[in-house]
């Protein structure tokens, strides 16, 4: 297991936009392999390799949420791309490992079609909804140096930021946390997010 260090909010590559994966080798195969096994230490559906301090287009997910036949639940996308399908939305509570313990309603397109490819360059493609659609825009957003605090209203971003400010991590000047540390956060919150 390669569990590696979250970074969090205030670290810059955070809000940097990530360098597209170039080369299919063994060096991408171990950052899925580390993204993943630090997703599920860290309790999270999804992460993305800025919030592991690597500037690549790549995320991993494990919803387990899959709504159709043929559509994964967990597995990762290399220079992904998404697709709006449909006008409808969905409302919902969202959180993030690199911004542990809070968690605020974000609206999001209700279905999307992801598109990248895998470790050995093959496309993969697929139609999500519900968790996994919201899944995939957040972790893509963190491909762009988005945070999905961004896509708070005014309102609720200065609430969340005063959370932020707050925080015991923040507070002590923190932009790593151990994936254990991250876990026991979200309990803590008893949220669920990315």
Sequence with gaps: MTVQPVRLFGDPVLRARA??????????????????????????????????????????????????????????????SYEVLGDEEQTGAEGCLSIPGLRYDVTRALRVRARGVDVDGALVEFEAEGLLARCVQHEFDHLDGVLYLDRLDPAARKAALREVRESEWFGAGKTVMSAAEVAGARVASAGQGD
């Excluded at 230490?41 to 790549?58: E, Y």
Aim: charged share 20%.
């Design 19 to 80: 360098d597209e994966a170039t080369s299919y080798d063994r060096e991408l195969r171990q950052l899925v392999t580390d993204l993943t096994d630090t997703m599920h230490a860290s309790g999270g559906v999804g992460m993305a390799a800025p919030q592991i301090g690597v500037g690549l287009r790549v995320f991993v997910y494990d919803t387990l949420a899959a709504t159709r036949a043929g559509t994964p639940g967990a597995g990762h996308l290399i220079n992904p």
